[in-house]
């Protein structure tokens, strides 16, 4: 069974950073595709970032340049550095597989709050 578990959320100011990581157990973790997705309050999920099996990575325009997206296949762990983070950010950021290889159940996801 396949479980994923973020941390490493909190409250920070604009213009402050954050790191996210993502443990994920239960799979072959170096096979799959990542990304991390985020949800507003009263908004979709978004994917906001993604890196393959091998390293190549993509950004959703709100966030290129300031959030890079990296991962530890040895430790089975996905990281979201955030950099210059905006009252926008705010919301519950998830780890999943992207496209169809996207697992069915979701960790608790973790709470990014910026503000002043």
């Known amino acids: 069974q396949v479980q994923l578990v973020e941390s490493g959320g909190g409250l920070v100011q604009p213009g402050g950073s954050l790191r996210l990581s993502c443990a994920a157990s239960?799979?072959?973790?170096?096979?799959?595709?990542m990304g991390w997705y985020r949800q507003a309050p009263g908004k979709q999920r978004e994917l906001v970032a993604t890196?393959?099996?091998?390293?190549?990575?993509t950004y959703a325009d709100s966030v290129k340049g300031r959030f890079t997206i990296s991962r530890d296949n040895a430790n089975n762990t996905v990281y979201l550095q955030m950099n210059s983070l905006k009252p926008e950010d705010t919301a519950v950021y998830y780890c999943?597989?992207?496209?169809?290889?996207?697992?069915?159940?979701w960790g608790q996801g973790t709470q990014v709050t910026v503000s002043s």
């Open positions: 239960g799979l072959i973790f170096s096979l799959y595709p």
């Open positions: 999943n597989a992207v496209g169809a290889f996207k697992f069915a159940s």
């Open positions: 890196i393959t099996s091998d390293g190549i990575t």
